[in-house]
């Protein structure tokens, strides 16, 4: 069986001169970072690495991983996924969902109408996006924020979306 991986977070930058990292963090909880961690560059093999010292600046998880002791060593890292093993995360609770899980499922609506697929996700500062693609091949980006989330089903799999006004008719109006 195949290790199954949950993106965590993408190394961002530096910080500071002595090897610490900026960390775009797309988990609930930056204590997660105290697993055991891989980076993957590109669609390259992930790689384990150990971490030193993990702290808070600003709300932003920083990290510091072993052999990397300078603001040089951290720039051959940006852009990097931070990976962790789905066995060594906690069992999501009853209203969670881990977002590897609802990959490829069908995306509805409130009315029950099919909207499409979710076939990834992109993570711009501070907003998370779901790229949905609809059955005629449009791309729809979706603002993920519990509010627009009206429920999943990981047996499908499947989730209910209910996105603000106006903004399917941006992706799906006739021009």
Request: with cysteine; aromatic share 8%.
């Amino acid at each position: 069986m195949a290790d199954s991986w949950i993106h965590m977070g993408t190394l961002a930058r530096p910080h500071g001169i002595k090897g610490e990292i900026c960390i775009d963090w797309y988990a609930d909880s930056p204590l997660l970072l105290t697993t055991p961690l891989w980076i993957q560059a590109g669609d390259g093999e992930p790689r384990r690495v150990r971490q030193v010292a993990v702290r808070s600046h600003k709300g932003r998880p920083l990290l510091q991983l072993e052999g990397v002791v300078d603001r040089n060593a951290v720039e051959g890292l940006r852009g990097c996924k931070l990976l962790t093993k789905r066995e060594a995360l906690p069992e999501p609770e009853d209203d969670e969902v881990y977002l590897e899980d609802l990959l490829g499922g069908d995306v509805f609506l409130p009315d029950g109408k099919r909207l499409g697929t979710l076939d990834h996700f992109e993570y711009p500062a501070g907003l998370e996006m779901w790229v949905i693609m609809t059955d005629d091949n449009r791309e729809v980006l979706f603002p993920a924020r519990p509010e627009f989330i009206a429920g999943f089903d990981l047996e499908g799999p499947a989730v209910i979306i209910d996105p603000p006004e106006g903004l399917l008719d941006i992706y799906l109006s006739e021009k």
